[in-house]
């Protein structure tokens, strides 16, 4: 790449977390988004909580949330999450100009990154976002749900719940803007310890409680108590869509992670 070229990111979790291959990829979410059921609604999400870990694991989980998505045509989605990889202090967006899947490439939106760089905390910097997986995994679901037009913001997110809900006041303050929080629950708990410690989060979610989010209850804990923090200032009400452990795929029953999808309108 000369210098000055735009920076494209490739995939760092094709071929682990989801297949690589076009084809295979594209049958897989297709045949996720078509099993799944979602409860009727009145009206459209504004957000959604989704899981992400391999598709084996927590897509059928996660195609819960994207199924709500069939006849919804956003303008954008702000896509928050962890950091696992690299240590982060506040928010960062990409560089990048788009991000590249094996089902093609997913356009970063410009004008939503530069508002959300005028906001306190916020930086540029695609550091953070070059091996992570916990935004690049729904990526896939995004193209097959709603297609390949949408531009999106990823943002690793790091800071307290109300500087996240500042910066979602700041780039999802239209309603044809849908945010998207990527977090997994508990980890590595016998599955009745999980799943009770689960359904504590599930409570505190459910009514819009980020301080009751405990701090070893999920990944995306920054990203999800700032979500619930900006569904308050909202005026939203959350809606659980389907929960599971990695133990009803087949995992290690001693040692679960616990999975959620929830849609906020």
């Known amino acids: 790449m000369a210098a000055g070229d735009p920076v494209i990111r490739p995939p760092a979790a094709a071929g682990t977390f989801y297949p690589a291959d076009a084809a295979e990829l594209a049958a897989t979410v297709d045949a996720l988004l078509s099993a799944a059921s979602t409860p009727p609604t009145d009206g459209r999400p504004r957000a959604l909580v989704?899981?992400?870990?391999?598709?084996?694991?927590?897509?059928?989980?996660?195609?819960?949330?994207?199924?709500?998505?069939?006849?919804?045509?956003?303008?954008?989605?702000?896509?928050?999450?962890?950091?696992h990889f690299v240590r982060l202090s506040g928010c960062a967006v990409p560089r990048a100009v788009a991000w590249h899947t094996p089902l093609g490439q997913v356009r970063i939106d410009a004008a939503a990154r530069d508002l959300a760089l005028a906001v306190h905390g916020i930086r540029a910097d695609d550091g953070p976002h070059a091996p992570e997986h916990a935004l690049e995994v729904q990526l896939?679901?995004?193209?097959r749900s709603v297609g390949p037009d949408v531009p999106v913001l990823p943002v690793a997110a790091h800071g307290s719940p109300a500087a996240i809900a500042d910066l979602l006041d700041a780039v999802a303050a239209d309603p044809d803007t849908l945010v998207v929080a990527s977090t997994?629950?508990?980890?590595?708990l016998p599955?009745?310890?999980?799943?009770?410690?689960?359904?504590?989060?599930?409570?505190?979610?459910l009514r819009l409680r980020p301080n009751l989010v405990a701090d070893r209850s999920a990944c995306g804990l920054h990203a999800l108590r700032g979500l619930l923090s900006w569904s308050g200032r909202s005026g939203l009400t959350a809606l659980l869509l389907g929960y599971a452990t990695s133990a009803d795929a087949g995992g290690d029953p001693d040692r679960?992670?616990?999975?959620?999808?929830?849609?906020?309108?």
């Open 50 to 83: 989704v899981p992400h870990a391999g598709y084996r694991y927590s897509g059928s989980v996660a195609a819960q949330a994207y199924a709500m998505l069939a006849s919804r045509s956003p303008a954008r989605v702000v896509l928050l999450g962890p950091a």
């Open 256 to 265: 679960v992670v616990g999975y959620a999808a929830f849609a906020f309108a």
């Open 184 to 188: 997994d629950l508990s980890h590595h």
């Open 140 to 143: 896939p679901f995004l193209l």
């Open 191 to 205: 599955d009745a310890e999980a799943r009770r410690r689960d359904a504590r989060t599930t409570d505190a979610v």
